[in-house]
């Protein structure tokens, strides 16, 4: 794949042209039917434990900061996981350049940022927003995972799924794939949820 995501790019048109350009050559390449993406993908960590498991499943995993992604290339390659794929992407362009001919089997979201202070709450990445483009680029029964170790986040990630009408909660859906990342190792006390597209 083309480095694409670890060079930055001078307007959101021209993001979104290299997110297309990405899904084209994706397409041309493999079947990406059983898609998992990772937002917030960090070091690559659980993506490519992940992807070790799930040899048949297309991975993909987004992060803003080129040296997590680079790193995350290097684990790919040292393993030879052909089928994972790191790029340098904001989530919610990503979502919006998504070819329409792929849909989600899955989605991880990792230990996003809280950003616990109230005037920062409009940052937060699960929210309504989020929720809606999500649906649209998820297939019927795709599921999305969430965990974070704040409190307060995930009161407000449970109240932001609860009304929405495109999602429901799953309590008994397992996390997909348990394997120790950085911050789960510092984060212990962490929450999980499940949620499915209907």
């Not at 809280?114 to 483009?133: I, Q, Y």
Request: aromatic share 12%; with cysteine; glycine share 4%.
């Amino acid at each position: 794949m083309p480095d694409e995501f670890i060079q930055r790019f001078s307007s959101v048109s021209d993001r979104l042209k290299r997110i297309g350009q990405f899904w084209d050559q994706l397409l041309e390449e493999e079947d990406p039917a059983d898609l998992t993406l990772e937002i917030g993908c960090g070091h690559g960590h659980w993506l490519t434990a992940y992807a070790e498991q799930n040899p048949k499943k297309c991975c993909i995993g987004i992060d803003l900061i080129t040296k997590r992604v680079e790193l995350s290339k290097r684990k790919k390659e040292k393993k030879d996981l052909s089928r994972v794929h790191f790029f340098k992407a904001d989530a919610m362009e990503f979502l919006e350049g998504m070819s329409s001919e792929v849909k989600l089997a899955r989605t991880i979201l990792l230990f996003p940022d809280p950003w616990p202070k109230k005037r920062h709450h409009k940052r937060r990445l699960l929210n309504a927003g989020f929720l809606d483009l999500l649906a649209t680029r998820t297939k019927e029964g795709g599921r999305m995972y969430f965990r974070t170790d704040h409190e307060e986040y995930f009161e407000w990630a449970i109240s932001a799924i609860a009304s929405h009408t495109a999602w429901a909660s799953l309590p008994k859906e397992p996390w997909p794939f348990e394997h120790e990342t950085y911050f789960q190792n510092i984060l212990p006390n962490h929450k999980s949820i499940a949620i499915e597209l209907l």
